[in-house]
């Protein structure tokens, strides 16, 4: 029989995915928080860096002062390279902790791949066959199976959701698929004057990445699990807001498939899933309605060209893009309802 409660630990609480996840977590009824780690600002409160958080936690402390025989789940939301020597360390002295990985370390299989991506030799090879890569909706069977789970990137959430049943379906064509997202400016975490030094940064708009974002490593990866012969551009933008993404999806639907097939498919795949709305097809979409949610909204338009759609994906990359997600594998994880602490 499940406990009431299970503690939890949260490493990495002061960046913006950081402290997304205790705000969300604070409000969670089955879970404790029992620490918050950070490198820096030992002993400060929580608060301290987000007044949003109301509840009484736990002040500021280093990750080697957790009692970890007391502890069911870590999240971990540190920059890439470190989660992977923290889950080394734990993964097989303490069999009580599960884990979510905010960062890169366990999204990709393939360690070399991982190394060309992210300039990072994998400190934990051993453990990337243990962990799951897990968009929840796509994943959730099979998340039972696993202690480590590898949260998803912002970008590849929003493109995923959309595509993947099109793809099992066989109702669109493989090639000739263009993606161009959109994020708010927090996608870049709380550094991101120093990764984006352009001018009128706060009233511009920005491409970046333009020959090959890390994130396309992802969708190239679980892409292939359905068919080898997938190939996209993908093309990501920063935009003057503070959060969500917005990603138009250009495909080709396939010559005897209809329009209205597309949608009542992608209708019928998310009826019982919650947190993914399938909006009036040819209709304009934008950001608005997910902010601050863990909902994906999709909807799709007709072009003028032959066969050709735009695929309209929204959601919040702190939430769904990330920390809500993040909530939402730990109740999968722990067989909790999938919504609760989210709506």
């Given amino acids: 029989m499940l406990k009431n409660r299970i503690n939890v630990v949260v490493a990495g609480a002061t960046g913006y995915v950081g402290l997304g996840l205790v705000n969300l977590l604070s409000k969670h009824p089955k879970v404790s928080i029992q620490n918050l780690c950070s490198k820096n600002n030992i002993g400060k409160k929580i608060q301290y860096f987000d007044k949003n958080i109301k509840k009484k936690l736990p002040k500021l402390e280093k990750l080697t002062n957790v009692n ?20 080394k360390n734990l993964f097989y002295k303490y069999k009580n902790i599960k884990f979510i990985d905010l960062s890169s370390d366990f999204r990709i299989e393939n360690h070399i791949l991982y190394k060309k991506n992210y300039n990072l030799s994998h400190k934990a090879k051993d453990l990337i066959s243990k962990s799951l890569y897990s968009i929840a909706e796509i994943k959730k069977k099979q998340i039972k199976d696993h202690r480590i789970i590898a949260n998803p990137g ?38 991101y004057k120093k990764k984006f030094k352009y001018k009128n940064f706060f009233n511009s708009t920005y491409a970046y990445s333009v020959n090959y974002h890390r994130h396309a490593a992802e969708l190239e990866q679980e892409f292939a699990k359905i068919s080898k012969k997938i190939s996209f551009t993908f093309n990501p933008h920063i935009i003057p807001t503070f959060r969500g993404i917005l990603s138009s999806i250009y495909v080709y639907k396939k010559k005897n498939v209809s329009f209205s097939k597309i949608v009542n498919t992608l209708k019928k795949e998310y009826s019982k899933n919650y947190f993914i709305k399938i909006c009036k097809p040819n ?39 990330a920390s809500g997600q993040a909530i939402q594998n730990m109740n999968l994880l722990f067989k909790f309802k999938e919504s609760l602490g989210l709506k």
């Fill in 154 to 191: 912002c970008y590849p959430t929003s493109i995923q959701l959309p595509l993947i049943p099109l793809f099992k379906k066989k109702l669109i064509k493989l090639n000739n698929i263009t993606i161009d997202s959109k994020s708010g400016y927090s996608g870049a975490g709380k550094n």
């Fill in 68 to 87: 970890w025989k007391n502890i069911d789940l870590l999240f971990l939301s540190l920059p890439n390279g470190e989660a992977q020597k923290v889950i």
């Fill in 283 to 321: 209709n304009p979409l934008g950001t608005g309605n997910v902010i601050n949610t863990n909902f994906c909204e999709i909807s799709i338009s007709q072009l003028k060209s032959k066969n050709k759609l735009v695929i309209l994906s929204v959601i919040d990359n702190l939430i769904k893009g």
